[in-house]
């Protein structure tokens, strides 16, 4: 019988990430990315697409594969594929981790009113996000721009549930530093609407020429229904409790349709409900229409 061949492995799927550990001098936290560089087409003159994407621990593999295999047709630009998330192979830590860099201050008057209130403290407490943003912009895009060469001009930002909330800050405070962003399942609901506070600068900017921009918001269209699980430490009133307060769905499709009605030439803005998915659910389909969102032509 003859041996079973083995061949070179590529850079083309998510196994073959390159990894980068670094401990930030932001924030002194340690971060892991997870960079994936295509191969399959010569570099541009202008240097590659990057998408920089939230929670790399969860949503890296199903971003680079997705992006890998959408770039098979010739009008859907290879993008390098840069999973920013923590030195850890754990689901729950990252969780964790997660949970100070994607979100903004909040007072311990308004932790402890509705759902969040039961809702289990991180390690590391709240409000990390102006940091988190000065570590991609400091430390987190030099180190890729080292490794391989960036179209400063094609850079997308993308993020699910609480990275869809720092997405969305960085559309409204941080526009100039990415062209585009991707907001999977936003949590607007953060701090009570925070983000939204941001909305009227940015659409003055906007519709004064001061700010371009291309966005898609999804959300899963079962995210503003109840889906009790037994078994999870919460009741069924307090699934409803969240559902009512979150708003899921109504804020994602009442965003979208105020950010596309500025009719501006400067911003492009698109919202997709995705039927039949929840909050767990929509990751793999709001990543796939972000890929073709951001990177067909």
């Not at 990894?19 to 560089?37: M, P």
């Not at 407490?125 to 991609?136: A, E």
């Not at 080292?146 to 094609?154: G, H, K, L």
């Amino acid at each position: 019988m003859q041996a079973a061949q083995s061949t070179a492995p590529t850079a083309e799927m998510a196994l073959n990430a390159r990894v980068i550990d670094f401990t930030s001098t932001v924030n002194g936290r340690a971060y892991r990315l997870l960079v994936s560089i295509p191969t399959r087409r010569p570099t541009p003159p202008e240097g590659h697409a990057v998408v920089y994407l939230i929670d790399g621990n969860l949503h890296f593999g199903i971003a680079v594969d997705t992006a890998r295999i959408q770039a098979c047709w010739p009008d859907v630009i290879d993008p390098v594929v840069v999973g920013i998330g923590y030195p850890t192979d754990s689901v729950s830590t990252a969780l964790d981790l997660r949970m100070i860099d994607l979100t903004t201050p909040i007072s311990e008057e308004r932790l402890k009113k509705g759902f969040i209130a039961k809702m289990p403290r991180p390690s590391e407490g709240f409000g990390g996000m102006d940091n988190y943003f000065r570590v991609i912009e400091e430390e987190v895009k030099p180190r890729v721009e080292a490794m391989v060469a960036i179209n400063q001009q094609e850079q997308v930002l993308m993020g699910h549930s609480l990275g869809g909330l720092t997405t969305l800050h960085a559309l409204f405070r941080h526009t100039a530093s990415f062209q585009q962003f991707v907001a999977i399942s936003p949590s607007i609901w953060w701090n009570d609407c925070a983000v939204l506070k941001h909305e009227a600068a940015f659409s003055e900017r906007v519709l004064a020429g001061q700010a371009r921009a291309r966005a898609l918001i999804t959300v899963g269209a079962l995210e503003s229904t109840t889906r009790f699980v037994p078994g999870l430490p919460a009741t069924e009133q307090d699934f409803r409790d969240m559902t009512e307060e979150c708003r899921m769905v109504p804020n994602t499709v009442e965003l979208g349709a105020r950010l596309s009605a500025l009719a501006s030439p400067g911003l492009h803005v698109e919202t997709v409900v995705h039927e039949g998915d929840d909050h767990n659910m929509v990751p793999p389909a709001g990543i796939a229409r972000g890929v073709r969102f951001a990177f067909r032509r």
